[in-house]
């Protein structure tokens, strides 16, 4: 069994940084894909940020490209959403998700099994 804890949530004000940690437990960490989503006031959960489970492909969400970095740390069973730039409409509930190894990033949140209970990150204007 998969789990997922975030954490590095908090508010800030636009302009401003954060990165969200998520620590994985379960075997073999390198065999998931990892990905990133994020679910504001009102809004449907979107996906934000993906990386298969080599590392080698990486996929983000327009609204964050070149804001967002997602990055994984295989041997610390741990994946990072490091934000800067942040605005206000970054405002959300993030989320972390894992599921199985495949080649390409998928954005589809029910493509992925697992799930972290989220962390608020709240942008300031």
């Known amino acids: 069994q998969v789990q997922l804890v975030e954490s590095g949530g908090g508010l800030v004000q636009a302009g401003g940084s954060l990165r969200l940690s998520c620590a994985v437990s379960g075997p073999t960490f390198s065999y998931y894909n990892v990905g990133w989503f994020r679910q504001g006031p009102g809004k449907e959960r979107e996906f934000v940020a993906g990386?298969?489970?080599?590392?080698?492909?990486?996929d983000y969400a327009d609204s964050v490209k070149g804001r967002f970095t997602i990055f994984r740390d295989n041997a610390e069973n741990a994946v990072y959403l490091q934000m800067h730039s942040l605005k206000p409409e970054d405002t959300a509930v993030y989320y972390c998700a894992a599921r199985g190894r495949s080649f390409l990033v998928v954005r589809g949140s029910s493509d992925y099994d697992y799930w972290g209970q989220g962390t608020q990150v709240t942008v300031s204007s």
């Open positions: 990386m298969s489970g080599s590392g080698g492909n990486t």
